[in-house]
């Protein structure tokens, strides 16, 4: 073993680890940046057409975690036991520089203001009583004016496309009228509607709700970010989600932060670094360093620092902070320690509208994050006192761009054969001629959904696999009922032949197989309370003040909206207040 | 023969009739064009030949030739299959494989020791076990509607075919299939571009600015490989 020392070390080569190995450079610290997976470089990854292979890139999971090596276990109830997650299917979480961050589709949303206090709202509108049993409802600790800074410094770096609503309380454009205020434009114009995007936007209008253009960080036009970083305009291929954008106009950290970072003296990236664990002192107050395995010398290394950013991808910053030893694993039963505690997810369910076989809605085209969209159901923007829960979904047509495996394994939907005779005439029907509506919901946390360390399978490095304990809740299917149920008449008002709403039916279990979203949220949540929350509102460790953990893994719930915005404003924020704060006297920064 | 409406623009006009010659020509266009380069059959790699026997039936049986164009066979889903099972892929090795391996509800997912080859090797023999003991014949020797049934056994998932549940490996047989029809030729399958002319799926085009929104017109562009082939 050999040992090193740095100022600052940082676990996770995606969005938050590179934002945080970024504004710490800038702070004068030495940062080293650990990432288990491998180098990613677009002129590689994304070159074109080599790049444009669904068996290889979506199919075959190419820029995913490798199973083989480490996976979770999954159950549905306490009384169950967890099975291992073999093959890849339900959530997708990303291996090499760049991180998910990389294979991304390019959503790229603030917050829902409510959000952030949704325990006090809830609350204050219904009464405690709303709230149902066994269901951990509870606030970030930070507000939407606090943060709005960093959601409009990630904005730039990102080089998002979007349409305002409001810039400092002046109405400016046709945007999402339930947006919260900004203090500046998007740095790019919102991108195109596709034509299934434009029929939602004309239809969802046409019934009393308000469409807006999907806040994007696929870019619209050339942009050069604050760093540097070029991107090109996008050219709607359709090969977001899953790929390496070969235009270099999805946002990624390998093309937005990562050019500036490599070139600073002050910075290095190890890759093929696993960190085994993080390092603590004799009375586990502070954290002296990592300890990680060299993946092609098979060796382990300590490495020291000051400082240790936990920047993975969310359920491995939970298990890392588990098998280091950091701050109190929860017990659902004795409803004690928050390691673990408030594991989310999102509720996501697709319907389907077929159009005349005069109108090809051409499924190919498509960019991973625009489309059009309606808050008229999401966060608290309608009354649930007579719905009796909590939560919403934003509602879209976001035609990220549907490649043909995709498509035909998926088969085609409603009442159709999924193979054999008539298959191929379905398919061909909805492959031209159909498009997809989601409701892309929030889930709420629950006392017996967690994260803990499995008994029994461990990972190739003999350590024990993270288990998920998760299963869907009635509040949140009653949920996902009543928003879909509100997309049937924008489905009638485009003219649709025929439909198929897709919605969670009652006592539905959470099914491993089939892909719904790699939103996974909460386990190490923040907040004001270190009973119920991991980390402060600066989303340093109660526990172990000189470890900060950034990532979805702070969200109290599973939002509506998607998560890498939110992520990206966390990190920025921590950042701030670990530069202006901390390094000047590092400690606790909020009194527990 | 009825052509989609015309596009905005007159340039595509021209190419909009060729296209829709190969969307709507019919299946005898392909047949006699695959016929002619399938002078040397591909050899099988992994698969015995019995295996090889029963793969082309099952894959002519979940994609069958109808109007649109010729069955999964044809279209070398079998020899995608087959090239697939000496990758990571066909070794299990993008799969967590560590035991121990326990049963558990259908919705925790694929709890087999077996990688993906192994699946197929045990299947296909108490598949064609299974076939002999109904109707005294190997899958591939049944009549098409015979070998659709029994396809339709396996799926609804009653039976086990030996240590395999028959709905595991009739997943993972309709799967490969269709990923030969319509992933890039370069892996063996979509012969002649054939799955994406089936669907309107421009291959590797992958630049629709001008197409973002044009009201619903068809796009008039056939489809382009990754190596350049065209249809």
Redesign the interface.
Same mark, same amino acid.
């Given at each position: 073993m050999c040992a090193k020392k740095v100022d600052a070390v940082v676990i996770g080569a995606g969005w938050a680890g590179s934002i945080l190995a970024k504004e710490l450079t800038e702070a004068g610290l030495s940062v080293v940046m650990l990432e288990r997976g491998d180098e990613r470089a677009t002129a590689v990854e994304g070159d074109?057409?080599?790049s %444009?292979?669904?068996?290889r890139g979506a %199919?075959?999971?190419r820029l995913f975690q490798?199973?083989?090596k480490?996976?979770v276990t %999954?159950?549905?109830t306490l009384d169950?036991?967890a099975?291992?997650?073999?093959?890849?299917?339900a959530f997708l979480p990303g291996e090499g520089v760049g991180g998910a961050g990389l294979h991304w589709s390019g959503v790229h949303f603030r917050v829902a203001p409510d959000d952030l206090a949704l325990r006090t709202n809830v609350v204050a509108r219904y009464g405690k009583s709303f709230i149902p049993e066994g269901m951990n409802l509870q606030d970030y600790g930070v507000t939407y004016e606090e943060l709005e800074p960093f959601f409009d410094k990630a904005e730039k770096v990102f080089g998002t496309s979007g349409e305002p609503y409001t810039i400092n309380g002046k109405v400016v454009g046709k945007g999402n009228r339930f947006a919260p205020d900004r203090s500046d434009a998007f740095p790019l114009p919102a991108m195109?509607?596709?034509?299934s995007a434009?029929l939602f936007r004309t239809a969802a209008a046409s019934v009393g709700y308000h469409p807006y253009a999907l806040p994007a960080a696929n870019a619209s036009a050339q942009y050069t970010n604050p760093y540097g970083a070029q991107m090109g305009?996008c050219?709607?291929?359709?090969?977001c989600s899953g790929y390496d954008c070969?235009m270099y106009s999805k946002a990624s950290p390998n093309v937005n932060i990562l050019p500036a970072l490599r070139q600073d003296s002050k910075f290095t990236l190890i890759t093929k670094a696993h960190v085994l664990k993080v390092n603590l002192d004799a009375d586990r107050k502070k954290a002296t360093g990592v300890t990680y395995l060299d993946l092609r010398t098979r060796k382990q290394v300590e490495l020291d620092a000051d400082l240790v950013i936990i920047s993975a991808f969310q359920f491995h910053n939970v298990h890392l902070m588990l098998l280091s030893g950091i701050g109190q694993p929860y017990d659902p039963k004795q409803n004690t320690g928050t390691v673990g505690r408030n594991f989310v997810y999102q509720t996501i369910t697709t319907s389907r509208a077929w159009?005349s076989p005069?109108?090809?809605?051409?499924l190919?085209?498509g960019a991973g994050g625009a489309g059009v969209a309606i808050d008229d159901f999401n966060s608290m923007n309608f009354d649930h006192g007579p719905l009796g829960f909590v939560g919403g979904s934003p509602v879209w047509v976001n035609q990220a761009g549907v490649?043909? %495996?995709a498509?035909?394994?998926g088969g085609p939907g409603g009442k159709a054969p999924?193979?054999?005779?008539g298959?191929?005439?379905a398919?061909?029907d909805t492959?031209?001629h159909s498009l997809t509506i989601d409701a892309h919901g929030s889930n709420m946390a629950y006392r017996d959904v967690y994260l803990d360390l499995d008994p029994?399978?461990?990972n190739?490095y003999g350590q024990p696999l993270l288990r998920m304990t998760f299963n869907w809740k009635e509040n949140d299917i009653r949920m996902n009922q009543y928003v879909v149920g509100k997309i049937e008449p924008v489905i009638k008002a485009m003219g649709a032949t025929r439909y198929s709403l897709g919605m969670l039916k009652d006592g539905e279990?959470?099914?491993?197989?089939r892909y719904q979203t790699t939103h996974l949220g909460g386990g190490a949540v923040m907040g004001t309370d270190p009973k119920t929350s991991c980390v402060n509102r600066y989303l340093q460790s109660w526990d172990v003040s000189n470890v900060f953990v950034i990532g979805a893994s702070a969200f109290p719930q599973g939002m509506g909206y998607n998560p890498t915005g939110m992520v990206a404003a966390l990190a920025y924020w921590a950042a701030y207040h670990i530069r202006t704060t901390y390094l000047k006297n590092p400690g606790p920064m909020v009194q527990a | 023969m009825k052509l989609p409406s015309s596009t905005r623009r007159n340039f595509t006009a021209g190419l909009l009739g060729s296209t829709s010659f190969w969307i709507y020509g019919g299946h005898k266009v392909w047949a006699d064009a695959l016929q002619s380069e399938s002078s040397r059959p591909y050899q099988p790699q992994y698969f015995t030949p019995e295996e090889w026997r029963f793969l082309n039936a099952a894959c002519a049986r979940i994609f069958p030739a109808d109007a649109h164009g010729p069955d999964g066979a044809v279209l070398g889903a079998p020899e995608f299959i087959d090239r697939q099972m000496n990758t990571p892929y066909g070794h299990g090795e993008l799969w967590y494989m560590s035991g121990p391996f326990r049963s558990g509800a259908p919705n925790l997912g694929y709890q087999l020791s077996l990688p993906p080859r192994d699946l197929y090797r045990q299947s296909i023999e108490a598949a064609n076990a299974y076939a002999r003991q109904l109707k005294g014949q190997r899958f591939d020797e049944l009549e098409p509607s015979d070998q659709t049934a029994l396809l339709k056994t396996f799926e609804q998932g009653k039976m086990m075919l030996g240590a395999v549940p028959a709905h595991t490996f009739f997943e993972q047989l309709r799967q490969n299939t269709l990923e030969g029809v319509f992933s890039d030729p370069l892996y063996g399958g979509n012969k002649g571009l054939a799955g994406w002319m089936l669907l309107g799926f421009p291959g590797a085009r992958a630049d629709f600015m001008d197409w973002v929104n044009q009201k619903g017109a068809p796009y008039p562009f056939g489809p382009v490989s990754i190596s350049g082939e065209t249809a």
């Open positions: 074109y057409p080599t %444009i292979d669904e068996l %199919i075959r999971h490798n199973m083989s480490s996976t %999954i159950r549905n169950q036991e099975l291992p997650y073999r093959r890849l299917a195109g509607d596709v034509y434009s305009p050219n709607f291929c359709g090969y070969y159009l005069k109108q090809y809605t051409n190919f085209v490649k043909p %495996i498509a035909a394994v999924t193979w054999g005779e298959y191929k005439d398919m061909v492959y031209r029994t399978y461990t190739a279990v959470f099914d491993t197989r | -």
